[in-house]
Antibody, heavy 121, light 109 residues
Framework: EVQLLESGGGLVQPGGSLRLSCAASGFTFSLSSMTWVRQAPGKGLEWVSTLTGSGRSPYYADFVKGRFTISRDNSKNTVYLQINSLRAEDTAVYYC??????????????WGQGTLVTVSS | EIVLTQSPGTLSLSPGERATLSCRASQSVSSTYLAWYQQKPGQAPRLLIYGASSRATGVPDRFSGIGSGTDFTLIISRLEPEDFAFYYCQQYESTPNLTFGGGTKVEIK
């Protein structure tokens, strides 16, 4: 059974940093890209970042603007999202999701339960 | 960026009724690259449909997807109480910059 378990969210002041983690199980992690999707309170879903299984090819949404870094440790079956220079508009539930499809075209067949990031002074 | 516009924003229906949800793309999307998700409050999204019309594992056959080009539709043939939720479409034509629609809320009338 595929499981994705996020952690690392919390309350942080504007300008602060957080590292989110997503521990995966139930599939061959090193062969799968992994993605972060976020959802602001009462809003829709927004793609944030995807990292290929090898870890060599990260992709980011335009709004990231160099503030976010996605990484992975295949020995720990874990993907990370480092978020720096946090802004109020980054307040959201951050989900990790497992892509299905090809390297170029994918949807998401499994999602974690999400971790809430709140940016406020 | 491909923008997806979902309508209506809210659909008020009774159990047993048919629900028709629309997802319109700002440019053509291969029918292979359109997915639908269901999300209930406090829960993660759940994959319903991929490839515009293929049901994901375990999804009841009252859910169906149709469409091509710029117009796609999710149909719930007979609403069950557990179907009242939010629904999102997603295009994966232009990855990695994949996009989601703004969502449709299906609520009990």
């Amino acid at each position: 059974e595929v499981q994705l378990l996020e952690s690392g969210g919390g309350l942080v002041q504007p300008g602060g940093s957080l590292r989110l983690s997503c521990a995966a199980s139930g599939f061959t992690f090193s062969l799968s890209s992994m993605t972060w999707v976020r959802q602001a309170p009462g809003k829709g879903l927004e793609w944030v970042s995807t990292l290929t299984g090898s870890g060599r090819s990260p992709y980011y949404a335009d709004f990231v603007k160099g503030r976010f870094t996605i990484s992975r440790d295949n020995s720990k079956n874990t993907v990370y999202l480092q978020i720096n220079s946090l802004r109020a508009e980054d307040t959201a539930v951050y989900y990790c999701a497992k892509p299905r499809g090809t390297d170029l075209h994918y949807y998401f067949d499994y999602w974690g339960q999400g971790t809430l990031v709140t940016v406020s002074s | 960026e491909i923008v997806l516009t979902q309508s209506p924003g809210t659909l008020s229906l009774s159990p047993g009724e048919r629900a028709t949800l629309s997802c319109r793309a700002s440019q053509s999307v291969s029918s292979t690259y359109l997915a639908w998700y269901q999300q209930k409050p406090g829960q993660a999204p759940r994959l319903l449909i991929y490839g515009a019309s293929s049901r994901a594992t375990g999804v009841p056959d009252r859910f169906s997807g149709i469409g091509s080009g710029t117009d796609f539709t999710l149909i719930i043939s007979r609403l069950e109480p557990e179907d009242f939720a939010f629904y999102y479409c997603q295009q994966y034509e232009s990855t990695p910059n994949l996009t989601f629609g703004g969502g449709t809320k299906v609520e009990i009338k």
